[in-house]
């Protein structure tokens, strides 16, 4: 397949270039940046400069992915960093968009990066993709923001995935090295009360089902997320196990409050998300348990 990505340098963008590009499909990548070409099969298309024009490079694509957008665990949520969450998402898009206006043949389908944040948070709930809930907070009325701007490009005739990720485990980036830290040092403990799920997703599995995805056209919300989400406290205790370090030292909810202020959320709350779609159509995730995530991660040094 020709595939364009956006965000291809990111942490999941990497990930997901490398493994498909060893599958043989042909990339392009949108960058800002100028990067040497060093892979046949990948192509870097710059992009979001006022005299670029990707659309130029970007004929007989299959599918484009859209996983670009400014981080949301690198800093407090001050007034000026939601606004930038939100308006890279949403202007990234509208340009995704464009682009594929200007192309004479169109991919079937754009695979545009979302989170299971949009289902707000509960200690009780289970979530699918067809869970009706959208959030009150500021990461649920983000994404469901996000989620209509990219639908608009079903009046192009292009099919929609919306890529629902949960925690994202991973060796260098997303939350896992920060969560090992603290074990890494002896003090690692339950965080906040222990009871808030953490539905999680070894990175393998977030690159296999994009393309799972891709490959089957299935379209609307698809839950990114390992089936058997874990609460907080059996999280830490696995982590514990792993790395053979100690769980006992508690982080009251009172002083992650006080630390990341409204960013708490990311890790005081939670969701519990199944990935109904991807298991109803046939994908077989690699890492269905936590801990045999957790040692394949830690053993890859």
């Given amino acids: 397949m020709r595939i364009a990505i956006t965000g291809g340098t990111g942490f999941v963008g990497s990930a997901l270039t490398s493994y498909l590009s060893e599958q043989g499909h042909t990339l392009f990548i949108?960058?800002?940046?100028k990067i040497e070409q060093t892979d046949p099969n990948i192509t870097y298309v710059?992009?979001?400069h006022a005299d670029s024009k990707p659309e130029s490079m970007l004929s007989e694509i299959d599918a484009?992915?859209?996983?670009a957008g400014e981080s949301i665990n690198?800093?407090?949520?001050?007034k000026v960093r939601k606004e930038k969450i939100i308006s890279s998402r949403i202007q990234v898009t509208k340009e995704v968009i464009r682009i594929l206006s200007k192309l004479d043949k169109k991919p079937d389908i754009l695979l545009n990066a979302s989170a299971i944040g949009i289902y707000g948070t509960s200690f009780d709930a289970t979530f699918t993709e067809d869970s009706p809930e959208i959030g009150k907070d500021f990461l649920a009325q983000t994404v469901d923001a996000w989620e209509a701007e990219a639908l608009k490009v079903e009046e192009l005739g292009i099919e929609v995935a919306l890529m629902r990720f949960g925690i994202?485990?991973?060796k260098n980036a997303g939350a896992?090295?920060?969560?090992l830290l603290p074990y890494q040092l002896?003090?690692?403990?339950?965080?906040?009360?222990g009871h808030q799920w953490l539905s999680w997703v070894h990175i393998e599995d977030v690159v296999k089902s994009i393309e799972f995805v891709m490959k089957n056209k299935i379209t609307g919300p698809v839950n990114i997320t390992a089936p058997f989400p874990e609460r907080m406290s059996k999280f830490g205790q696995t982590i514990g196990k792993v790395l053979k370090r100690p769980h006992f030292l508690p982080v009251p909810s009172i002083c992650l409050r006080l630390l990341l202020g409204e960013m708490s959320i990311l890790v005081l709350e939670g969701q519990k998300v199944i990935p109904e779609k991807l298991v109803k159509s046939g994908y077989k995730f690699s890492y269905l348990d936590l801990e045999k995530a957790l040692k394949q991660i830690c053993a890859s040094d």
């Fill in 30 to 33: 949108l960058t800002r940046k």
């Fill in 46 to 48: 710059e992009w979001l």
């Fill in 64 to 67: 484009f992915v859209n996983l």
């Fill in 74 to 78: 690198s800093g407090r949520w001050t």
């Fill in 168 to 170: 994202i485990l991973g």
């Fill in 176 to 179: 896992l090295p920060k969560m």
């Fill in 186 to 193: 002896f003090i690692g403990g339950t965080i906040g009360s």
